[in-house]
């Protein structure tokens, strides 16, 4: 090429105007079909990639908020079981309060009816102790009457006497004091036999049969004297038949 020929086309290069890029591209895609495939390829390859990691972090936050619930659900039912176990203690335990009031409340009962039983045998022991010792008081009266000769009175003072020791004998009965009660019997027989040759003017006999009555009275109230505390523990002589 001549040199006039070169500066010609240098000058119609620097002239000519510029192509587009897109249109480049296009171009060659359109002068390269595998060149344009393999672009669209990488095109739609981003996206794709883009989802499979959400997908997957999506994955995961299920399977957390699963494991999370599981969890509640757990905790819901160890809580529900706990106070289960809770109403069943709080009941037994009420129910065991209530055995001790009951037994605690009997057993105050038994205490307080214990402690009358014996304030009640006390008192009777103290009573009957008194009709005795006074029984024996009176027939040492009535006694000391018929040595003197004096039976005005004597008859209404043996019978009030043999009361007296009746009652005794009852309450000693009562209370399983069976010698006592024998005593005070036997001795109240034997006033009636005083009271019987009384009437009939025999005073001797009288006073011999009032002697038996007073020692078997005697005997009667030792055995109260002594469970009441009161006294000597010695006991008259027996009475041969008694």
Same mark, same amino acid.
């Not at 020692?215 to 002594?226: D, I, K, P, R, V």
């Given at each position: ?56 972090? %999506?994955?995961?936050?299920? +399977? ?6 599981? +969890?509640?659900?757990? %905790? *819901?039912?160890? %809580?529900?079981?706990?106070?289960? /176990? ?17 037994? =605690? ?10 402690? *009358?039983?014996? =304030? ?5 022991? /103290? ?33 009030? #006497?043999?009361?007296?020791?009746? *009652? ?10 069976? #010698? =006592?009660?024998? *005593? ?31 020692? %078997? ?8 004297? =002594? ?16």
């Amino acid at each position: 090429m001549t040199p006039c020929a070169a500066a010609l086309a240098l000058l119609l290069g620097q002239a000519a105007p510029a192509t587009p890029p897109a249109e480049g591209a296009a171009g060659a895609a359109a002068a390269d079909p595998a060149a344009a495939g393999t672009a669209a390829g990488a095109a739609t390859s981003r996206p794709a990639t883009g989802t499979a990691a959400e997908d997957a972090e %999506l994955s995961r936050a299920r +399977e957390e908020i699963a494991a999370l619930r599981a +969890e509640v659900e757990r %905790l *819901r039912a160890d %809580l529900a079981a706990a106070r289960e /176990q809770l109403t069943a203690e709080a009941s037994r335990a009420a129910a065991l309060e209530e055995r001790l009031r009951s037994v =605690e409340q009997a057993r105050a009962a038994d205490a307080d009816t214990s402690a *009358r039983s014996a =304030e009640d045998a006390a008192r009777n022991i /103290q009573q009957r102790a008194a009709e005795t010792a006074g029984a024996v008081e009176g027939m040492r009266s009535a006694q000391d009457a018929l040595t003197r000769g004096e039976t005005g009175n004597v008859d209404s003072a043996l019978a009030a #006497q043999a009361t007296a020791l009746e *009652r005794a004998r009852a309450l000693a009965r009562q209370q399983g004091s069976a #010698q =006592e009660a024998l *005593r005070a019997d036997a001795a109240t027989r034997w006033i009636a036999a005083a009271r019987e040759a009384l009437a009939r003017g025999d005073l001797n006999q009288a006073r011999m049969a009032l002697a038996q009555a007073q020692a %078997l009275a005697a005997g009667a109230g030792a055995l109260s004297g =002594e469970q009441a505390g009161t006294g000597s523990g010695a006991a008259a002589p027996a009475v041969p038949g008694y």
